[in-house]
T-cell receptor, first 111, second 111 residues
């Protein structure tokens, strides 16, 4: 049972490049989330999907897009990466009442 | 603006003693409260959840909630060096719109 799987785990981009972070969960959870974690800023919610077919903005959505491909998969896309998007990105899923289960994280550096 | 405040630490506690971690939150409609543990370079791991006023015990961990004071705490009894980590307090309104996290308290258990 893998839980929440994120790919890639590490990525280096140049400013202006695009990329997609992939996330899949095998726990049959309804809700999925993308957070970023920066030193001194804590975990901040980028986007979430309460259920298959829906997505909503979180606290810091600018510069990102998401797709809830099906119940298992929730991807995060950076269309034109900026140095300010250098961060560790965590995908998480939840069945109910807010108990989030996190993936291992994706460390992104934008030069 | 929903805010969750924690003392960043580091909080240094001798092995075998009780570690006390505190958290305050600003959103009065918060319904669900969580403590996550995060080791350096790893993803957050859920260790406790609490939904009603009072104490909730799970092994060496006790979560305490006082909604009137908007205060959540985590006690770790018989602290072990393996408890050294950053502890994140998180709150939710109870829906599927994700958790708001504090910036975390860095706990060091001294052998």
């Amino acid at each position: 049972n893998a839980g929440v799987t994120q790919t890639p785990k590490f990525q280096v981009l140049k400013t202006g490049q695009s990329m997609t972070l992939q996330c899949a969960q095998d726990m049959n959870h309804n809700s999925m989330y993308w957070y970023r974690q920066d030193p001194g800023m804590g975990l901040r919610l980028i986007y979430y999907s309460a259920s298959e077919g829906t997505t909503d903005k979180g606290e810091v959505p600018n510069g990102y897009n998401v797709s809830r491909l099906n119940k298992r998969e929730f991807s995060l896309r950076l269309e034109s990466a900026a140095p300010s998007q250098t961060s560790v990105y965590f995908c998480a899923s939840s069945l109910t009442r807010g108990e989030l289960f996190f993936g291992e994280g994706s460390r992104l550096t934008v030069l | 603006q929903k805010e969750v405040e924690q003392n960043s630490g580091p909080l240094s506690v001798p092995e075998g003693a009780i570690a006390s971690l505190n958290c305050t939150y600003s959103d009065r409609v918060s319904q669900s409260f969580f403590w996550y543990r995060q080791y350096s370079g790893k993803s957050p791991e859920l260790i406790m959840s609490i939904y009603s006023n009072g104490d909730k015990e799970d092994g060496r961990f006790t979560a305490q909630l006082n909604k009137a004071s908007q205060y959540v705490s985590l006690l770790i009894r018989d602290s072990q060096p393996s408890d050294s980590a950053t502890y994140l307090c998180a709150v939710s309104r109870g829906g599927a719109d994700g958790l708001t996290f504090g910036k975390g308290t860095h706990l060091i258990i001294q052998p």
